[in-house]
């Protein structure tokens, strides 16, 4: 993937985190590379209906928060 989100092509950095299209629970392969992406966490997150606020993306601590 060249370095950058599969979602946003923003690079990739420390927050890397290796998706699964299809979840193993559905029966996906975590190690078919057709069913996994590489992604930031911000489009991570929001893929597992997580949302990051801009000011949590800056510094090596993240803190995810679900919007209630």
């Known amino acids: 993937q060249s370095g ?4 946003c092509n923003n690079k990739l950095g420390w927050g890397a ?3 699964e299209i299809v979840f193993r629970s559905r029966g996906g392969s975590p190690t078919d590379e057709n ?9 991570h997150s929001a893929k597992h209906g997580i949302k990051i606020k801009e000011e949590e993306l800056s510094g090596y601590y993240k803190t995810i928060r ?3």
């Open 4 to 7: 950058r989100c599969a979602e």
């Open 35 to 43: 069913n996994t992406q590489l992604l930031c966490l911000k489009c």
């Open 17 to 19: 985190a290796k998706h």
């Open 66 to 68: 679900r919007d209630v």
